[in-house]
Each structure stands twice: as structure tokens, then as C-alpha cells.
């Protein structure tokens, strides 16, 4: 009978509670030193961007206190984060959304409502499907498509309808200006549009520990041709620096293609999948947690330079003339011959 | 008239011999569950999560073909959920788990036929989850696993005014097993939509996934089954890849067994 109770209890001792690292208690203190624990064990980017996460750890908990009011304490914590430079670290919480902007705001705008629905013209001058608005450029023969985000997948039918559209164009550009991103997938989707074979497009990799160079090998990244319409004509890309993230990833995937050129100002990067914890008070922390690489194992965290760069300047704006919209026609109508499809130098 | 009818019948409903025995009876207990839980999945967020829990379970015991009359085989199958709540925020996450279990039983008789003792082994295997509106990228984990777990048995029948009732006790704890398990930083957008894989495929054992299932219930007879109470404990739990889960789930039980003879 004892041995019987004995044998019985014996994996009962094994057991052993697996538990959570923090309370639930909010104070500022708790607050303070989850956010940093957090960002220290999955953020991803601290060794490529050379940040000294306990320097800043120092730094900033020398301003809390048990007394400090919430506001407060949220503008130090969002200012803690702003030591990583990326647009992907986001402080959440119900009074406000912290977004590290120096990434374009130190830079020119390169773009206008204004001037895109010059491009554009009336909204019965243009078509509207699959998130994207398109035409055939006024007076020119190259067609226009204008991808503000990729919070949605464009269908199959959508791009080829988009595509077929174009059939007499010998060009395109893309205008991704402003694009801000969404999801992987659907710059994917809108990218196969563009490849004419199963195309190494980059890789990714994970963080696989705490440690800040705790990473997996980099696995590469396939994209397969649409099964609709492809595209493989000369093509344009406009950008500027408030292409960020998925629209990043997109420009990636298009430079590996040798009838895309890059017109404009160096994307705003943002390379990092983002993943979310949540912290004391209910509120939320957004971060950069799993990098992708393009085809040379380069980061494009800071984002990607174009082949052509270009701004619109103030003088530009008064004159209500797109530099980058110019300079992407000139190109292409410089580089165009009838049986070229090649533009990328 | 129809109270003393009643009070009769109540008191033959309770001379009906127990089911302790095995001998060619197959027992099969089905259970409720109602109670707590609490939630931890730090791929989801580093708070553990609590609220109301429920579970249903059905496990059936019959005597083996084989073992001279002391072998029973076992079948178990639950399937058990909670909509738990952040301790921080109104965030919420579900999480839920089937498992299913069969194995063999030793089965020893004491005291003068009064206790049964009875050790062994399953083989489970479990699929489940948990998901939140916490993450964009990471909003919820899967489970999916299978083991080998050892089982114990300890049930003993007593009888309160000539009425058999019977205490028992069940523990089931894991030993060995395969369990897919993400890796730490690894995105499921990585993993089904690239098709990248990283270790996600891990050994597991009382070190890494310290886990357990224990049912204490009384039963008593009422009519043609035995009315089943108590309490039980699913502790599940797992360190892999280091990402930390737990699903602790404390739950009161009351169902029915129904014991049936077989002719043969």
C-alpha cells in the first residue's frame, strides 16, 4: 500500500508550477522595467542597430517614480523607445499611441493629395479595385497604378483586370508613395503580378532566445508568378520615406527583377515583422521581433535607396509638377525601346 | 402516497451493487466540469489570465481479453475550454483542448474486495489552443501533442446506511511525448505561410512539460446509474523553446456512471 501511494505521488513531485513573470500589479516601476524586459528579450534589431539597451535602462529609470503621474510615465517609457529608431516600436495605451516619426519627418515629403489627383484627375477618370486606383496616364501612353496601403489583398481577378487594363501600355509605375504598409501576403500578392518564375525574393529569420544575437539561420523567401496576369514589362516604382514595412517588403521583392527601377526617395525601411506584448496598466507594446533580409543578406531596416533619387522641391509643389512622377516618365521614356524590358542599370 | 413511492424507490436505487469489481462490467463515467482556469502563454503576452472554465469528459473502463481478469483497458476522451481575462487590461483569451486517451490497467484488490488499486499507462494525444486580440502578428498559440502517461487508480467502496458508495482517485501524468511548440520569436506567418520550421517539433517530459490530470469524486448510486461528484484538476503545462505555457484549470464535477454487464 505504501509503495503503491508512494509510486502514485512520485510523478506528483516532478511537477512543478510554470508561472508568469509578473503580477499583474501596475505601478510605474512595474511598468517601467516590463517594457524594458521585453524589448530586451524578443526586440530584434539591438545589435544591428548598435543599441545599448542597459545604458538606456540606466538612463530612463532614474525618471520613475512611485509618485509619477500616468502621462508622464507613458511620454518617458515612449521616449525610451524612441532610442531604437524604428517605426515598429509602438507604446499603446488609451491616451495614446507612441510612433517613433523621425524616419520621415527629417525627410522631404515627396508627395501631395494635391498632386495625386492631378495624376489621377476626377474619380470618374480613373478605376478603383483591389485597393488600388489606376489609369492610363493623361497625355502618355504608360500606365499609372497608385497602391495607398496593404491592408487588403488585391484578388487575382482584381490584378489581371488591373493588368489587362494596360494591355497597350509598354510601361507602368507603380506609386507606392506614402504607402505604410499592411500585410505581407498582400504585398505578395500584388508582387507575383510582377515575376514571370519562382523567384528567390529575400529571407527571414527569428529570434530563437533572450540573447540579443539570438537568431535562427535565415531561410529564404519564394515567391511564386500570380496564376492570373503578369506583368513583365518595364515597371516604375515611386517611393518615399513613408514607405514603411509591407510596402518595404514589397520594393524588395520588386528589385530583384530586372524590369523595375526605383524612382524617387530611399523607402522608410521598418524590415522587422512586429509582434505585440501587452504590459501593467493595460497597456500595449508593438516591436520589431523577426528581420527580413533581402537576396544579399543586407537588412533594409533603414530602407531601401532608389535606383533614380529624386524630391519634389517647394518650387515643385507651387508649380504643381510630381518631380518623381516626371522623372519616373522621363526614364522610362529615355530607356523604352520596343523590344527592351530590361531598364533595372 | 407519491413522496413514500418515491422515498421506496430512492432506497432500492441504492441497494444496487457497485460497480467496483470489474469482472465482465464495463464502467463508463461521464463528467461535467465547471470552475476556473488561468492562462499563460508568454508568445501571447507575460500575464497570466483567469476566468471562468467548463469541460466535459467521458471515460469508459472495461476488463482486457487478457491478464487472467486483472487487466482493465481504459478510454478517455474530455474536451475542456475558459474565456479568461488579462489581470491588467480587459483583454481576453480563449483556450481550449481536446484530449483523447486509451491504455491498460493493473488492477489489485484489497481489503477484502473493498479497495481497488490500479496502475498503468495512456497514450494521449491533445490538439487545443489559445487566442487573443492581444497581438496583430501574435494574436494566438496552437497545441498538438501526443504522450505517454502514467496512470493511477485508487478507489474504495463504503457503504453509508447500507448505501455503496464509492471515493476514488485518479492521477494521470505525462512522461514522455512529442509536442509541437513554436519558436521563441518565430512568427506563424514564418511557419505555415513560408513554410519555415525551426524545432518545433520537441520531446517533452516531466522537466520540461510538468502536467498532470487529477479526478477525486464520490459516487452513490441513483436508479440505474451512480451519481458522480468532486473535483478535478487539468494542469497542463510545458517550458519549450523558451516560451512558458500553463492552462490550470480547478474544476467541480458532477455527472453519472452507468455500469454495464456483459453477457458472454
Known amino acids: ?345 | 402516497m407519491r413522496r413514500i413511492f418515491l422515498f421506496r424507490l430512492l432506497l432500492a436505487l441504492l441497494s444496487l451493487p457497485l460497480p467496483l469489481a470489474l469482472g465482465a462490467q464495463v464502467q463508463r463515467t461521464t463528467l461535467f466540469g465547471i470552475g476556473g482556469a488561468s492562462v499563460l502563454d508568454t508568445y501571447l503576452t507575460p500575464f497570466s489570465y483567469s476566468g471562468p472554465s467548463g469541460s466535459v469528459s467521458l471515460t469508459t473502463e472495461r476488463p482486457a481479453h487478457w491478464g487472467g481478469g486483472h487487466v482493465s483497458t481504459m478510454g478517455h476522451f474530455s474536451l475542456c475550454g475558459a474565456y479568461t481575462e488579462s489581470p491588467v487590461s480587459g483583454a481576453h483569451i480563449w483556450d481550449g483542448e481536446l484530449n483523447l486517451a486509451g491504455g491498460w490497467h493493473r488492477n489489485w484488490h484489497l481489503c477484502d474486495g473493498r479497495l481497488r488499486l490500479a496502475a498503468g499507462g495512456l497514450m494521449e494525444c491533445f490538439t487545443g489552443g489559445s487566442y487573443g486580440a492581444v497581438g496583430g502578428n501574435n494574436p494566438g498559440q496552437a497545441r498538438l501533442g501526443a504522450d505517454v502517461a502514467a496512470s493511477g487508480i485508487a478507489a474504495y467502496r463504503f457503504n453509508v446506511k447500507a448505501s455503496p458508495w464509492e471515493a476514488a482517485l485518479r492521477v494521470d501524468v505525462p512522461l514522455l511525448g512529442l509536442q509541437f511548440a513554436q519558436q521563441y520569436g518565430e512568427s506563424y506567418y514564418e511557419l505555415f505561410h513560408l513554410g519555415h520550421t525551426d524545432r518545433n517539433l520537441r520531446l517533452t517530459a516531466p522537466w520540461n512539460a510538468p502536467s498532470l490530470r487529477l479526478q477525486a469524486t464520490l459516487s452513490l448510486p441513483v436508479r440505474h446509474s451512480r451519481l458522480t461528484f468532486g473535483y478535478g484538476a487539468e494542469v497542463r503545462q510545458s517550458a519549450l523553446n523558451g516560451l512558458r505555457q500553463h492552462g490550470w484549470y480547478n474544476q467541480f464535477l458532477i455527472g453519472f456512471s452507468r455500469t454495464i454487464s456483459l453477457l458472454r
Open chain 1, 1 to 345: 500500500m505504501k509503495r503503491f501511494l508512494l509510486l502514485l505521488s512520485l510523478p506528483c513531485l516532478l511537477c512543478a508550477c510554470i508561472t508568469e513573470d509578473y503580477d499583474g500589479v501596475s505601478t510605474p516601476r512595474a511598468a517601467f522595467e516590463a517594457l524594458w524586459t521585453t524589448l530586451d528579450e524578443r526586440y530584434c534589431f539591438f545589435d544591428y542597430k548598435q543599441v545599448d539597451w542597459q545604458a538606456v535602462h540606466d538612463r530612463f529609470s532614474r525618471s520613475i517614480t512611485d509618485t509619477m503621474q500616468r502621462a508622464a510615465l507613458f511620454d518617458t517609457l515612449a521616449r525610451m523607445t524612441y532610442t531604437l529608431k524604428d517605426g515598429h516600436v509602438n507604446l499603446s495605451s488609451s491616451m495614446n499611441t507612441s510612433r517613433y516619426g523621425a524616419w520621415f519627418d527629417d525627410h522631404p515629403m515627396n508627395f501631395s493629395d494635391s498632386l495625386l489627383h492631378k495624376t489621377l484627375g476626377r474619380a470618374e477618370d480613373f478605376r478603383s479595385a483591389g485597393g488600388m486606383q489606376y489609369r492610363v496616364l493623361a497625355g502618355d501612353s504608360i500606365g499609372y497604378v497608385r497602391v495607398a496601403s496593404f491592408d487588403t489583398t488585391p484578388s487575382t481577378a482584381a490584378m489581371s483586370e488591373m493588368l489587362y487594363s494596360f494591355k497597350d501600355c509598354p510601361a507602368l509605375i507603380l506609386d507606392l508613395r506614402s504607402n505604410g504598409g499592411g500585410l505581407l501576403t498582400a504585398a505578395e500578392a500584388l508582387a507575383s503580378s510582377f515575376i514571370g518564375e519562382h523567384t528567390l525574393v529575400g529571407y527571414m529569420q527569428h529570434k530563437t532566445g533572450k540573447a540579443h544575437n539570438a537568431f535562427s539561420a535565415p531561410e529564404e523567401i519564394w515567391l511564386e508568378p500570380s496564376r492570373g496576369s503578369r506583368w513583365l514589362r518595364p515597371v516604375v516604382i515611386l517611393t518615399n520615406r513613408r514607405c514603411y514595412s509591407a510596402a518595404n517588403a514589397f520594393v524588395m521583392y520588386m528589385r530583384t527583377q530586372r524590369h523595375v527601377l526605383q524612382v524617387g526617395d530611399t523607402t522608410g525601411g521598418g524590415s522587422g515583422l512586429p509582434f505585440s506584448s501587452e504590459l501593467p496598466y493595460g497597456w500595449t507594446i508593438r516591436f520589431s521581433a523577426s528581420p527580413m533580409l533581402n537576396t544579399d543578406m543586407e537588412h533594409t531596416e533603414w530602407g531601401i535607396a532608389p535606383h533614380i533619387h529624386a524630391d519634389i522641391t517647394s518650387e515643385d509643389y507651387r508649380r504643381s509638377t510630381d518631380t518623381i512622377l516626371e522623372t519616373a516618365r522621363k526614364k522610362l521614356h529615355e530607356l523604352l525601346t520596343p523590344q527592351s524590358n530590361t531598364i533595372n542599370p
